[in-house]
């Protein structure tokens, strides 16, 4: 058995390192020739564009603010004023990381342009018409009027731009209504701008062409390893299956992980299973666009970086497919002693409730009803023993202890007697009160218990109080069960089918694959519910300590967001934020205060439109700070301010979204735990939060 056990170890050595080597090699399919086209009808990338029209008007005009911006808004100051630091100044700094974006731009007597190509006469240039994707001539005569001409480019062609430009008005400019709904909005005059796109992108670049050529190259890449991997998978998992069992239950490694319970076994591979492959996304994404080849090579690896990025990437895909011959290898030890006999010795709820029962059983064998006279003739004996161990030393001790036994009892039987009638007294009057009596009273004397009876007032008051207070919030409870049984209900109906599919000995391992990580899913989703519920829970009942260190306001909403960048970049959602150049230090518990900003920014990407702007201000005021979050929600809010911040409610009253519905009620709970004020506004389309807290 032990020459078998070597073999097996040396060879499962050998194919998981020739798998995960083949998968790595592969990486040299994936060419950048594969860079999916931009697409230069997404409004996305046209917007960006246009977003440098106005900021080069203002430019070529060559005057003050007070005197320029009259000529493109007809608004009072405050509007002037957004317009002025949003669409001049900010869009005018962004003008030079946006490096994909050419342009040449000419009136009023002046130029402007950030390159030295011709692209005014590119229509008559092959060589620009080569080095360039994309170009577009837009003018605006004395009236403002549009025209424009793609200068015989292709991919400009078959589009309106006269459109594209009112819409891009439209969409980009609409939060000047916040400041004044009569402002109105006017097109440049005497200008010409030439814009043009080259072939050869810059990565380096905050423009919307970059970002869109990355997602896709980066989609390219992953799509194009995927099969590779599904294939080393398989070939293992093979492996296994056909690998006589009786020798891979012998071997350590496989041995000893699964004499862990199922329930923590699973959660274990479970998070394994998300882990590693995080891992392997971000090593084929960085892999493949040289981003860890400069890092080694910077840190001092020099010829030796594609060596140890070679190593890292076939380390990760080892880890992933021994976790997959793992798993095959437990699904067989599971068939080998039978399901129900596994489920019998290996699970961890069977022994707790094995274990629990016995306790029960010994519990339950003890009465607690036995009659006053023997309870009192127990207590007798043993004093009745105690003395007459005593009294063995005199003459007459044993007779003296007799008489004495027999007097204490009749004394302690009619104590307890009228002890008794008191306690019935008492008890008596509180089942009443347990029926819903509250109009029973203690008036007589009831001896010992007297100060109970005085609590007993106390707590029929307090009780009928509570009744009166529970009366008022059933329809909340009502709603929140509902709540409650429908989000719970969701998740754990999927697990079970999805557990049910799974012992289908005849699923291919690609449908199996997909159940789980369905399972996985909904599992995550179930935990994260619960999770949310007791943290909420534990906040209304004041059950949290607080930890108060100094804090950095703009610093931690900054950490936040940029923590939550993939999930913004999903909906391609622009922040403006207007933070105080001054650091805002208060004394708040960090950990508490970061969820609050972190749930508020998670509710932002859940619901808001995609491609529109979302808006943070931090206002110091002399004895408080407001945060104020703003976006533009995606679907119609068809319940309440208050509603809002309730447990499980949700903006999407048909609660499809994958959200608890608890998110702002923390979010409140951990404000007003730390004395500040929480609220939301709605206005439209526009949410708004504010969260204030006093300095």
Known sequence: MKKK??????????????????????????????????????????????????PLSFQLDNVGKKEGIPKYLTANEEASEVFYHNNILYSRELMSEKKNIK??????????????????????????????????KIAFNEKGELTYDTLGCPIA??????????????????????????????????ITIYFAVPYKLNTNSIDAIAYYNESNLNNTNVE???????????????????????????????????????????????????????????????????YYINKLTIIGFGQHSELILGAMNILSWAGLLFLS????????????VGFINFIKNNTICIWLFQNINKLINKVSSFDINDDINKIILKIVLVNCLIISIICCFFTFGIFFSLIYSTILFVILKNKFNEFKNDYDILLNAVKRLSNGDFDVEINQDIGMFNSLGTEF?????????????????????????????????????????????????NLSPNKRNEYIETLDRNSLRLKNLIHDLFEVSKANSGNIKLNFVNVDLVALIQQTKFELTDKFNEKNLTFKTNFPEEKIILSLDSSKTYRIFENLLINISKYALENTRVYIDIISHKDEVKIIFK??????????????????????????TSGSGLGLAIAKSFTELQNGIFKVNVDGDLFKAIVIFKK
Not at 103 to 115: F, I, Q, R, S, V
Not at 267 to 282: A, N, R, T, W
Not at 631 to 648: M, Q
């Open 5 to 54: 056990k070597i073999i097996f170890s040396i060879l499962t050595i050998i194919i998981i390192f020739i798998s995960s080597t083949s998968v790595y090699y592969c990486y040299n399919v994936v060419e950048n020739s594969n860079k999916k086209s931009i697409n230069f009808t997404n409004n996305t990338i046209l917007y960006d564009i246009l977003d440098n029209v106005y």
């Open 103 to 136: 342009y040449y731009a000419e009136g009023n007597n002046n130029k402007l342009g950030n390159t030295n190509d011709d692209i005014k006469n590119i229509q008559n240039n092959t060589d620009l018409t080569d080095k360039y994707q994309w170009y577009l």
């Open 157 to 190: 062609g078959n589009q309106n731009y006269e459109l594209v430009w009112n819409n891009f008005k439209q969409t980009y400019f609409q939060y000047l209504d916040e400041y004044d709904t009569n402002a109105i909005l006017h097109n440049p005059t005497n």
């Open 224 to 290: 194009t390893i995927i099969p590779f991997a599904f294939i080393a998978i398989i070939a293992v998992c093979l492996y296994m299956l056909l690998y006589p069992h009786e020798i891979v239950k012998e071997v350590g490694i496989f041995k000893y992980p699964a004499k862990i319970k199922l329930e923590p076994l699973v959660i274990g591979i479970v998070l394994s299973y998300i882990g590693i492959i995080k891992i392997i996304y971000g090593l084929i994404i960085d892999t493949l666009n040289g």
């Open 325 to 336: 011959m793992f798993c095959i290898f437990y699904l067989k030890s599971i068939f080998k």
């Open 457 to 505: 007032t106390n707590i029929k008051n307090g009780f009928e109080k509570a009744v009166n207070e529970e009366v008022k919030s059933q329809k909340m409870k009502t709603e929140l069960i509902s709540n409650v049984s429908h989000d719970l209900k969701t998740p754990l109906t999927s697990i079970i089918t999805y557990v049910d599919l799974l012992k289908n000995d």
């Open 631 to 656: 976006n533009i929600s995606a679907d119609e809010i068809k319940v309440s301010e208050d509603e809002l911040v309730e447990r499980f409610i949700q903006g999407d009253t048909s609660r499809n």
